[in-house]
């Protein structure tokens, strides 16, 4: 089993490493780009075969060491 | 317009960032855990309203900035 965990700054938390891609992209000519935020996605590997447990296990797993939960945000996706 | 891409390790290159998620996940108790490897999420903000085109760019913008194409796999996905 598979788990998918997408760790994103939440919406108004300043994003310097984003303002930097965006700058960057600019400087490169690309300049249809009017802003950009950088995230982080973690892919785990499971063992066991009920969804609904590791979904809570990978929920516990973000508020304790995948996500700072005072500036970020998560979703988490659960595959076979 | 918005442009998600995702940037991840190619398989078979070493991640010890993910294999430090992992171990501190065993550390915690998630013994389930048997592997993590980490990637990014790029959020990219486009005007226009041409998605072949969007599709395009940005996937110049990878393999000119976003993503190292020796050791880095990327896909990007258009929304409205």
Redesign the interface.
Known sequence: MKAIV?V?LKPGVLDPQ?QA??G??AS?G?D?????????????????TDHAL?RE?VE??CG???ANMVIEQFSVEILD
Chains 1, 2 share one sequence.
């Open positions: 997408h994103q984003g891609i965006a960057a992209l490169l690309y249809e780009v009017t802003g950009a935020r950088q995230g982080k996605v973690i892919e785990l590997e499971l063992s066991g590791a296990r516990a797993m304790q060491l995948l």
